[in-house]
């Protein structure tokens, strides 16, 4: 069946990167968007780009411009979000889900990876 | 960027009861952009309604979607017991940002 499959949580200090990963089956991967959203602690869903998984092209919330990257891995179906210079106020919970094109919704999520940026 | 205000914040309703939420843009969006989402807790989001009224697969018929320009509306018919939740409505346009709502959590009372 088509699924996301996120990492595992992860705990970093404030200054420190980290890099989620989200795997796709069941889908043609190159025939999609990938998108991000993170979610603080009883907060709401806050979009931060989105990434073409045929080109590789990317595009960033400007909150997150400079400071998250989005990648790809097309030979193992496999989208990366890695963002730099964490601060605690990035503690959040980070999903994936994917987009048929631009223009469209939603249909499939991640379950999500749990980051905490503590000291 | 076009901002999204649901309404209310937390609605309080029992089993059976009909549920209405509200979802208001700050500039038009197109009915084809505008989306439904449901959060349990410890979940995440699930599609409902895209193209502001066309159901998701696996999307039961109490739950339909209205609305155009700026006024978008959730209803929910006779709320089941699994229909307790948090609720964000989004516009998904060609042109970023993408932007949701704040969401309304749907409570049992």
């Known amino acids: 069946q088509v699924q996301l499959v996120q990492s595992g949580a992860e705990v970093k200090k404030p200054g420190a990167s980290v890099k989620v990963s989200c795997k796709a089956s069941g889908y043609r991967f190159t025939g999609y968007y990938m998108h991000w959203v993170r979610q603080a602690p009883g907060q709401g869903l806050e979009w931060m780009g989105w990434?073409?998984?045929?080109?590789?092209?990317?595009n960033y919330a400007e909150r997150f411009q400079g400071w998250a990257m989005f990648t790809t891995d097309t030979s193992t179906g496999t989208a990366y979000m890695e963002l730099s210079s964490l601060k605690s106020d990035d503690t959040a919970i980070y999903y994936c889900?994917?987009?048929?094109?631009?223009?469209?919704?939603?249909?499939?999520w991640g379950q999500g990876t749990l980051v905490t940026v503590s000291s | 960027e076009i901002v999204l205000t649901q309404s209310p914040g937390t609605l309080s309703l029992s089993p059976g009861e009909r549920a209405t939420l509200s979802c208001r843009a700050s500039?038009?969006?197109?009915?084809?952009?505008l989306g439904w989402y449901q959060q349990k807790p410890g979940q995440a989001p699930r599609l409902l309604i895209y193209?502001?009224?066309i159901r998701a697969t696996g999307t039961p018929d109490r739950f339909s979607g209205s609305g155009s320009g700026t006024d978008f509306t959730l209803t929910i018919s006779r709320l089941e017991p699994e229909d307790f939740a948090v609720y964000y409505c989004?516009?998904?346009?060609?042109?970023?940002?993408?932007?949701f709502g704040g969401g309304t959590k749907v409570e049992i009372k």
């Open positions: 989004q516009q998904y346009g060609r042109s970023p940002p993408l932007t």
């Open positions: 500039q038009s969006v197109s009915s084809t952009s």
């Open positions: 193209g502001a009224f």
């Open positions: 990434i073409n998984c045929h080109s590789g092209g990317a």
């Open positions: 889900a994917r987009s048929n094109g631009l223009g469209t919704y939603f249909d499939v």
